[in-house]
């Protein structure tokens, strides 16, 4: 199996592929409520909760797909699964895409769902933020940005192959290609710019690799060794170990980029979501 050669495609041309794919079964039980303003996105919620209940947990969930697609309907498997697990209510950010919109403009989008989430009475320490691949990247941008400007954080984070150096210098980028059946080390190369725009692939809110980690909340990373984006897990786990931040790193050899996301049909990814359920329920 190949991957598919990003680099060489239209961001529409992507969108429609993944747009149309089809994903694994979604559970019955679980309902969606759509949300225009003031941000867009999807609520999931499990029976007999809503949005605007006082839960013990409240998640905001990032989609990954290289800021250029992707949506909360690509991702409704794992956050319908984080909803039905939890017995809680998951907001899905559709931030807005790249290259039309380059960052800062998810940050932006990011910053305001966790706006709209307080508005709705939830408490900054009961709100657990994660995200898969790009919707790594931002998860951790959003926090950053969050702990500069002196607000208080969420609670935990959790993130599935984050994407977070633009700059494409980790090793594993050339190295891990034979073995990642995802993405070519040219898609993540040349899809950087489409995202970064004006700004520095080295600014922190392109590539939070870059900026602090001090103060930041308890984190679980998962990462597969034999994906292209390993060392930007591996790196970001340094970083933010050596600020004094609680980090579990779970990485597995073989397995592909957001392996996490697999739940109905990979073991590995059963085990990952039942650990990712505890941690977001620890105190």
């Known amino acids: 199996m ?3 050669p990003l680099a060489q495609m239209e961001p529409e041309k992507i969108r429609e592929v993944f747009d149309s794919a089809k994903t694994f079964p979604l559970p019955k039980d679980v309902f969606t409520y759509p949300v225009a303003a003031p941000v867009k996105g999807e609520w999931h919620c499990p029976p007999a909760v809503r949005p605007e209940d006082d839960t013990p947990r409240t998640v905001l969930y990032f989609h990954g797909g290289g800021y250029v697609f992707g949506s909360p309907k690509t991702h409704r498997p794992m956050t319908f699964a984080l909803a039905r697990g939890l017995n809680v209510p998951v907001f899905s950010l559709d931030y807005r895409l790249a290259p039309e919109h380059p960052c800062p403009a998810a940050v932006d989008d990011a910053e305001a769902a966790f706006e709209y989430l307080l508005s709705c009475g939830k408490r ?16 951790l941008a959003l926090i950053q940005r969050l702990r500069d400007k002196g607000r208080d954080l969420p609670g935990r984070v959790f993130l599935f192959s984050p994407w977070t150096d633009l700059t494409a210098s980790g090793d594993s980028i050339d190295a891990n290609e034979p073995t990642d059946f995802m993405f070519m080390a040219a898609s993540v190369r040349d899809g950087a710019p489409r995202y970064g725009g004006i ?3 080295q ?9 602090s980690f001090a103060d930041l909340p308890p984190m679980l ?6 994906e292209c984006l390993f060392d ?8 933010a170990r ?12 073989g ?4 392996w996490p996301l697999f739940t109905p049909v990979m073991p590995e990814a059963n085990a990952a979501l039942r650990r990712t359920l505890a941690f977001i329920r620890a105190d």
């Open 124 to 139: 900054a320490g009961d709100i657990v933020v994660g995200g898969d691949s790009a919707g790594g990247g931002l998860t």
């Open 232 to 239: 930007d897990s591996v790196r970001m786990v340094d970083k």
């Open 2 to 4: 190949k991957p598919l």
């Open 221 to 226: 990373v998962f990462a597969s060794s034999s």
């Open 242 to 253: 050596k600020a004094g931040v609680e980090v579990e790193f779970i990485e597995k050899p």
């Open 203 to 211: 600014n922190s809110e392109v590539s939070p690799l870059f900026g």
């Open 255 to 258: 397995l592909v980029h957001v």
């Open 199 to 201: 700004l520095s692939l």
